[in-house]
């Protein structure tokens, strides 16, 4: 398989396991993928996802290029077919309200950078770099990566790396606020699962509620985002988490 997928203590572990390929994404692991992200989507159980790429050179360096140019598709039949949530079935993708920690092993460019533009919460390697390279091959960042970067980071430093394809550091990345910690490799497991079992403390239907909300309505004016009546909000507001937590903290429990 060119991807696991495992789930531990509530914790679904996805890894896109083709190191000798940089961790490319062929269209049989995109497939795989799409197949995962349904899945986890269907289940209660599911309280994170960690994605991430198998080695310590590369989380992913994005689409196989070596099978598109097999494949014989222009670039416009490459943009004209559907997939679901942008590259991965992550990058874009407004259906799934578990949170996604990328953990970045390495590289991540092209497509590999787009699936960490849709994760929540980026943990990455001090030496890992990132960039959305396809213009330096006469490509385009077509699966998120133009529409995402300049919604997730400063105009300048996403128009920056956009026009001049460039690869930019885990630290300098974190100077745009798209990462939320950097660590050395040695140290990379240890602050994933601390953001992990942080999660973990709170109610996985506020989680939910909390990125639906979020996702789904950050287009909107304020007031009037607040008056949106979304699925999982009102499973959160409806449920009995917040009676159990009141309680909890009045019993001195939390």
Not at 51 to 78: H, I, M, N, P
Not at 120 to 126: L, M, P
Not at 185 to 200: F, G, N, S, Y
Request: with cysteine; charged share 25%; hydrophobic share 40%.
């Amino acid at each position: 398989m060119t991807v696991h997928y495992e789930i531990v203590e509530h914790v679904a572990q996805v890894t896109i396991d083709r190191p000798e390929l940089l961790n490319a994404v062929d269209q049989a692991t995109e497939d795989e993928m799409q197949r995962i992200w349904r899945e986890i989507e269907r289940r209660s159980d599911i309280w994170c996802v960690v994605l991430t790429g198998a080695g310590e050179r590369c989380f992913s360096s994005g689409a196989d290029v070596q099978e598109a140019v097999k494949s014989g598709r222009s670039g416009f039949e490459y943009w004209s077919m559907e997939r679901e949530g942008g590259f991965g079935g992550i990058a874009t993708r407004l259906t799934l309200n578990v949170p996604v920690i990328a953990r970045v092993n390495g590289g991540a460019y092209g497509g590999g950078f787009e699936m960490v533009l849709g994760a929540d919460i980026v943990v990455a390697a001090d030496h890992a770099k990132f960039g959305l390279t396809e213009p330096r091959l006469g490509f385009l960042p077509l699966d998120g990566g133009m529409v995402m970067l300049p919604r997730l980071i400063p105009a300048k430093h996403a128009m920056g790396m956009l026009m001049t394809g460039r690869r930019v550091t885990a630290d300098e990345l974190a100077g745009f606020g798209l990462i939320n910690e950097v660590v050395p490799m040695a140290e990379l497991d240890d602050a994933v699962t601390r953001w992990v079992d942080q999660i973990k403390l709170c109610s996985p239907r506020s989680i939910r509620a909390i990125k639906q909300v979020v996702r789904n309505t950050s287009h909107l004016a304020p007031h009037t985002a607040m008056g949106q009546r979304l699925p999982a909000l009102m499973d959160s507001l409806n449920g009995p988490d917040g009676d159990e937590g009141s309680r909890a903290f009045v019993e001195k429990r939390t």
